[in-house]
Structure formats: structure tokens, C-alpha cells
């Protein structure tokens, strides 16, 4: 996406990646799995948008699933299993399922169409000066994209007899780094500047597996939402419990890709004795195996699917000098609870550019000279950390607060009670700005910072308005309403008033 951005503006781009080149299907992704499904939102698609590319958005679009909400499956009491829809959105607004290899080659399609891009497949960074703008890559094996350097290997000087992959220099006037959690491009960057890190692991660790299509070839269960199986399991030592939760994300090929998050001692539990996982998903995501994974399929997904842990990383600054910036995983990488990795990744790039347009490094007519256009870029990538930063660790902190909601909150009364108020108001009262914290992160624009302030400030609104109820004003509170609700201009006037009072954006 960043290469589709500074392409657009003219600059002649040079993409290198470790990996092969991902249309290839012989390509196997780092981590040696498909990876969980993606959830494309408002972030993602208003970054494609202003891509510069008018067809990329479309041609995306058209290979996704729009889910509606989640389909929240248990067990009653008595035994019998259900199943309860939950729409994200009280205006009908959707996610999109996109299968990641199909967004990557829709990407790669739209870059290979550019004369100003070159694609360098199984280049290794190994190196790079930042105040001098040079890098240096190994060439693992010959590009596909690039034919002039087929010579891959060289010996080494220390050791003659041993060959070693070719390694090549290359200048830069920007360095993007968008090389994921364990990046290259962040490390060389800690030797330049006083780079603050954080990286975390949480107590879950994460398996794949597949529902497969009907004889038919035709779904399941329904394609049109995300399945979550909430459950509670004990902890370690017994003490007390804690969450867990199987999800299903729909295919293109009308298969799901199913996700199992529990502690790690669960794992290694199930993996000590893995003919124990039929009675264990019975026991706690009724209605998956035998009915939508046989028995036999379950076992043997389990036990030849890796199990991965989750990381959390914040950083700060995000930029070095005004020669190279990190972005997506790099920067901020996240558990997947809130759908916002990719989403955030793409928000990175159409931030960056716009904050580059907007110190004018891609007007000529307003520099100078190219010293001062550097300067500008400086400028630019400054103000991009300064937003930035703090956006990346409001969302990290979203995303693991937003595992709780998924894996219990969403059977807690408590938790609908909220979301329907908040809807209703939005409803009755757009201009109050009440929204719900999901609809602002996953359908809007906002900051991630701002929708947190903003969310917290909700909360204490709705907070006293429950307080008053129990103190007796909860009368008092509906005939308010129900006046106000024949939009009276003096009694919408006041409760706008007491909103701002309280806090709470009325625009």
C-alpha cells in the first residue's frame, strides 16, 4: 500500500521483501501457516481509496463476505445448543472477510502494473545507514522480478571455500519499514535513535482450523457473520477461571477458517493427550465437532497446526531523521481481538502521506531545493510520530481489552444492556455523539485515541443516568426524554448543554 502511495506521487519505488513472491502458491508464509483471516473495516477501505489506484478498491471489494455481526453459539441448560446474532452496527453498517492471500495479490497485481515500481522478491535487509541513506540486502535466492542480478552467491573473504548470498547496496531518499512484528528496518533504527520498545506476550496462544464446505459446496453455517464459541476454562493452578474462544471467519471458497484462542496450559494439556479435544470442544464449543469438524479432521488440525503465540508491541519515536518511518506491525503490533492490525497498517500509510502532502514534499513548486524538501520531509515524518504514537497504543490497549468482550461480555446482560442504549441514543440523539466503541473503531475515521477519550466520557454519562434511575429520578429521566423526543428546540437545547457539561461531545 505504501508503494501504491509514493508511486502515485511519482517516486520511483523499490519494494524488497525476505519472502517469495506471494502469488506463487509454492510460497510459504513465514510462519508456515495461512494465518488468521482478515476482517477488512472503514480504516482498511478508506486507505485503498485514496490509494491513487481507482480500481485496486473495487477489485478487492469484489473477493470479500460481508459479515454482519456476530453469531454468538452456546449451550442452554437444558442441553439444547443456540445460536444468537448480534449485528455490529444499529445503521447496518459491515465487516468484509478477505482471504490474505487474495488481498496480497491484488496488491502485488496493482504495484507489478506500475513502470516507477520494481518488486525484488528473497532479499534479506542486513543492513542500513541512516544519515548516509544507503541499505543493504542479501539476495537469498535469484529475483523473479529482477533478471540483471541472477548471480546470487559469492565467497566469502574470511572464509573462501564457503559461499555466501550476494550482497547488494541501495540509496534511499525514504526508508519504509512496514517488515511486520520482528522488524529489521526497527532494529537498524535503534542504533540511530532513542527508540522507547515494549513487547509483550499474552497468556493465549492461537491454532487454525478448517469447517469445510457442504457436499454442495455450499456453506455451513451462515457466511454472513462471525461465529464465536465463548468459553471459561480454569486456570493453571485451578484458583479461579478464565477466558477462552473458538471463532469461524468465512471463505471465498465457502469454508471457514476457524481460530482457537486459549491459555497455553490448555495447549499444553490437549497436546499431551490429543484424543482428549472431542470431549474438550464438547465440553466447551458445543455444536463444532462432530457437527462442523469431524472428529477425526479436529485431532489431526490440532496436532499439525503450529500453535503461536500473541504479541504486543508499542514503540515510540516511529521515524528516524527524515530518512526512514515504520509502519504497521513494525510500529504496532497488536493481538487480532478488535480485527484493527491490517486496518490500522493500511490508516498507517494514508497518515503518513497525507501528513507528507501536507508539509508540501511533493510540490515542487514549494521547495526550493532538495535540502529544503528533506527538511520538510523531516517535518512531516515528526508530526506522523507525534500522532501516531499515541493512536498505536490506544489500539493496542483496545485490542486486549476487546478479547474479554469477545470471549465472555457478549453473553453478559450487562453488555447489551450498554450497547442497546448507546444505539438507541445514536438513534434518537445523532447529535449527541453517542456511538458505540465498536462502531467508532471498526465504521469511522476517528483517532484511536480520540475514540477512547471519547468512549470513556460515554461511559460516565451512562453511568449517571443509571444512578439516577436508581435514585428515583429514573421518572423524571423518561418524561425528560420522551419530551425531548418530540424535539421541543428548549429541551433539546438543554440536554445538549448538560451533555457538554458532563464531557461528552455534542457535535
Not at 120 to 146: I, M, R, Y
Not at 224 to 235: D, E, F, G, K, Y
Not at 318 to 346: E, K, R, W
Not at 431 to 442: A, D, E, K, L, P
Request: charged fraction near 20%; aromatic fraction near 10%.
Amino acid at each position: 500500500m505504501a508503494g501504491l502511495y509514493a508511486a502515485s506521487r511519482g517516486d520511483d519505488v523499490e519494494i524488497y521483501d525476505l519472502r517469495g513472491d506471494l502469488r506463487d502458491s509454492s510460497t510459504a508464509p513465514l510462519n508456515f501457516t495461512k494465518s488468521i483471516n482478515l476482517a477488512l473495516s472503514e480504516r482498511g477501505i478508506n486507505a485503498m481509496r485514496h490509494s491513487g489506484n481507482g480500481n485496486l478498491l473495487g477489485s478487492v471489494l469484489e473477493e470479500t463476505i460481508p459479515m454482519h455481526g456476530r453469531m454468538i453459539h452456546g449451550r442452554k441448560k437444558t442441553g439444547e445448543l443456540y445460536q444468537e446474532s448480534q449485528a455490529y452496527d444499529v445503521h447496518g453498517r459491515f465487516l468484509r472477510a478477505v482471504d490474505r492471500a487474495r488481498l496480497n495479490k491484488r496488491l502485488l497485481d496493482a504495484l507489478e502494473q506500475l513502470p516507477n515500481v520494481k518488486l525484488c522478491f528473497n532479499h534479506k535487509l542486513t543492513g542500513v545507514d541512516f544519515k548516509n541513506n544507503l541499505a543493504w540486502f542479501e539476495q537469498l535466492t535469484p529475483s523473479k522480478k529482477d533478471d540483471s542480478t541472477q548471480d546470487s552467491m559469492t565467497s566469502s573473504p574470511d572464509n573462501p571455500g564457503v559461499s555466501r548470498p550476494l550482497e547488494i547496496e541501495r540509496s534511499f531518499e525514504l526508508l519504509l519499514g512496514a517488515d511486520g512484528a520482528h522488524s529489521s528496518v526497527r532494529h537498524h533504527m535503534m542504533k540511530y535513535t532513542r527508540l522507547n520498545y515494549t513487547q509483550s506476550y499474552i497468556d493465549t496462544l492461537w491454532c487454525e482450523f478448517q469447517i469445510q464446505p457442504t457436499a454442495s459446496s455450499t456453506f455451513v453455517i451462515s457466511p454472513n457473520h462471525l461465529h464465536i464459541w465463548p468459553a471459561r476454562v480454569s486456570t493453571s493452578d485451578r484458583s479461579q477461571s478464565t477466558s477462552m474462544m473458538f471463532i469461524a471467519i468465512p471463505s471465498m471458497d465457502h469454508s471457514f477458517t476457524c481460530t482457537l484462542f486459549a491459555p497455553s496450559h490448555v495447549f499444553t494439556e490437549l497436546s499431551s493427550s490429543p484424543s482428549s479435544l472431542p470431549n474438550f470442544f464438547n465440553s466447551h464449543f458445543p455444536g463444532v465437532c462432530p457437527d462442523l469438524i469431524p472428529t477425526s479432521d479436529l485431532i489431526s488440525q490440532f496436532t499439525n497446526s503450529p500453535h503461536l503465540p500473541l504479541i504486543s508491541i508499542i514503540c515510540s519515536p516511529h521515524h528516524v531523521y527524515s530518512s526512514a518511518c515504520i509502519l504497521g506491525d513494525a510500529a504496532h503490533a497488536m493481538v487480532p481481538f478488535y480485527g484493527q492490525g491490517m486496518n490500522a497498517g493500511l490508516e498507517d500509510v494514508r497518515v503518513l502521506f497525507q501528513f507528507l502532502d501536507w508539509k508540501n514534499v511533493y510540490s515542487p513548486r514549494v521547495y526550493s531545493s532538495p535540502q529544503e524538501r528533506t527538511a520538510r520531509r523531516g517535518a512531516a515524518l515528526e508530526a506522523y510520530t507525534e500522532q501516531r504514537c499515541a493512536d498505536a497504543a490506544s489500539i493496542n490497549r483496545l485490542a486486549l481489552k476487546n478479547y474479554e468482550e469477545m470471549s465472555q461480555s457478549v453473553i453478559n446482560p450487562l453488555y447489551k444492556v450498554r450497547k442497546l442504549l448507546e444505539e438507541k441514543f445514536n438513534v434518537w440523539a445523532p447529535w449527541s455523539g453517542f456511538r458505540t466503541q465498536y462502531s467508532r473503531i471498526s465504521f469511522g475515521n476517528d483517532r484511536y485515541s480520540v475514540v477512547e477519550r471519547e468512549v470513556a466520557r460515554q461511559g460516565k454519562l451512562l453511568m449517571a443516568l443509571i444512578l439516577l434511575g436508581l435514585m428515583g429520578w429514573g421518572g423524571l429521566g423518561i418524561a425528560v426524554l420522551r419530551k425531548w423526543m418530540r424535539t421541543k428546540d428548549g429541551m433539546r437545547k438543554l440536554l445538549r448543554d448538560w451533555l457538554q457539561r458532563l464531557g461528552v461531545s455534542s457535535r
